[in-house]
């Protein structure tokens, strides 16, 4: 950890990232998960909100109701890398990079699944290792402290996130 912080005031942010990481892997594979495995990893009160069905999953059939649903749990695993970018400045100098550039190749996963329509059940979202090579200069940036001042164009300011 970086100086003035202990793993018990990292302790949040780090499981945010795992969460994070966790919805961002569930979301790209569900049409993956329902066909290849036969398995569903949505929220069951999540799906029902949205009138979105196992049925619907397993025969790939995305709509106005899995769209929304989709929008929804992509917010959610978005607050979650909120929370998770708070703590890549407790870590100490030498583990941000590594860190903050998981965490923005895989936040570009959710990018990939709005482009592609929401739909996760016929396409699978993914970043090249060109895109994931070309944010490198960025995720540095972010691991500085200036960017909490001078945070990049389209970035939450730092007190926000």
């Known amino acids: 950890c970086a100086p003035g912080y202990n793993e018990d005031t990292a302790r949040e942010p780090a499981l945010s990232l ?20 036969g398995r569903v990893y949505l929220p069951r009160e999540d799906m029902a909100k949205f009138g979105v069905t196992e049925e619907q999953l397993f025969e790939q059939r995305v709509d106005d109701n899995y769209r929304s649903m989709m929008k929804y749990q992509i917010e959610r695993a978005r607050k979650y890398y ?6 890549v400045f407790m870590l100490a100098e030498e583990s941000r990079l590594p860190v903050q550039s998981s965490l923005d190749a895989y ?8 482009e592609n329509n929401y739909d996760s059940l016929t396409t699978r979202a993914y970043t090249t290792k060109l895109e994931k090579f070309a944010v490198l200069p960025f995720s540095w940036y972010r691991t500085l402290d200036l960017s909490k001042e001078l945070p990049i164009p389209g970035d939450r300011p730092f007190n926000q996130v």
């Open 18 to 37: 795992g969460v994070a990481f966790q919805l961002t892997n569930i979301l790209r594979d569900v049409g993956e998960d329902a066909r290849e495995r």
């Open 82 to 87: 909120d929370r998770a970018r708070r703590g």
């Open 107 to 114: 936040g570009m996963i959710l990018d990939k699944i709005e």
